[in-house]
């Protein structure tokens, strides 16, 4: 196994030196030494090769997507992000496949200013588990349980693409090469609204990733924060690529139930909604409300203002055998 | 994958409640609140079925050991362990299992006071990663780069004997019911110098843990201190049960290479001998002193003052299929 040490040099090739990092990837253990009246943020995800991301994902879309996902749990808590620990399982040494992954993984770093300060690398069948830290002023960041009734919803960029890309995976529909080109890259290349997250501090009662689909995630916040919700269906935002290739009805469906889409779902006071409009606009990212809360404990939908049923059932990411 | 909600259940049910962690597991990340003028060691580490264990493993021993392993690595460091986040790859969901995996787990938890604060359960082949933190005191951590010329190389416990465990499972020797249930012991719950990690901060000049073998990690604290070092093969810690079933020779060789011992291999100067010795007792933990540090940039090894050959090659983990 002393070829793994060759993913241990790739590993301290980064480019993020972070002054809060008194000790990076090499000792026993990385030392930190965080700012004073800060909290830490931590959150774990694993990806598993078959279950998160079909075998012939591209590595840099692998390297990527490990990040990307762990970033976005960090931003639905309003941290901004700075460390980050790896543990790779490969079932062989390929270096061009190292190379690779770890261009997906330092190009979110260097964006974000995060550093790598552990890795660990095994042999196995590939699976990558990523620790990723941020900071948050102290009682400055945003949970699931701040929901208020009256609060309206909200989602950033658009969703159900990620379900989209999935679908033309499994040839359960055969996309356009132009939809297929936008679906996937949101599907492989999630962008973590990291700086969202961020912005959202001064505003959002509540917030959560959406990692397993917009209807399963709302249900947390719902449940955290003893709310109901209304869903206005014609307000989601669906892009013209997923649009056009099932049709309003499809199309609401899976932006309701498909996962991987890595927006944020948050809620705003009336008070608020300008303020947190204009200070999203001002990191450049499109939001939409799509709801307002209420007394019900249920999620309920309306469409052209006239109920419509829906089955509360999210995906539960990939995991078909590929 | 809703069976996976179980296992949520489980992490969720642990007894640790530490005041530093202002939000556990149950949102998108934990929020911790380190103490001021402490700085934070983080390690991470995978277990791979078949690679670090083998498949037959007791899941209490899983559990046990992912743990072990990474306050192995921050005790090297000298920090007192805080929080956890357990990543487990499972590949089918056993209440049986997964119910004796976190009593693994808890008890050395229990013991040392730390808290799980995230956990992500994915379906998969079975793998653990684990991303221990702790905390230490500003400068007051041991490195790997700290050992000067003079110096005297520590030991504590007794070494080989997982090494010894593995040459049983696999057929290589046939053990006594006494010495496999000793070595067995040591193979399948290591004990985490914790304490003494904590107790060398005052004393030694340079630490790491054995994890891949003694002369294979003291080659990580010879490069970076840039010191040699000759061991005098007599004086290692043997156990009765290595050295009855192998005989010195063997003994000695499976102590120098074997892996998977999880005990601190360290440096004290001479004015630092007696006072760290002390110390040592009082936290119950035996040390050996097994060599001095010179500046020949070598390992050199003596039995009975005579120089002998060894080949500088540690045992790189349990890797063959069982």
Redesign the interface.
Known sequence: ??EFELIKKYFTEQAVNRKDV??GI?????????S?RQ??????????????FPHNTPPRAIGHKAIAVNLS??A??G?EPT?L???V?LPEIDEEWVGEFCAGVFELCEFYNVQL????T????L?I?V?A??L?P?DK?I???GAKVGDWLYVTGEIGDSALALQHHYNKIKLSKDALDVVSKRFNYPKPRVLAGQALREYATS???LSDGLLSDLEHICK?SNVGVNIVLEDLPISNALYDSLGQQDAIELALKGGDDYELLFTVSEDNKVGMETALANVGVTVTCIGQLNTTDKITTTLNNKPTHINAQGF??F?QKD
């Open positions: 196994m002393k008194l000790l090499g000792d026993d253990c990385a030392l930190l030494t965080p004073e909290n830490i943020a931590v959150t774990t995800d694993t990806l598993v090769a078959g279950v998160h749990d960090l639905a808590m941290a460390w620990s790896i543990a399982t300060v552990g890795g660990d095994t042999q196995g069948p699976s588990t620790t830290q941020g948050t102290f960041h949970t699931r349980s917030a959560i990733d955290a539960e990411h995991s």
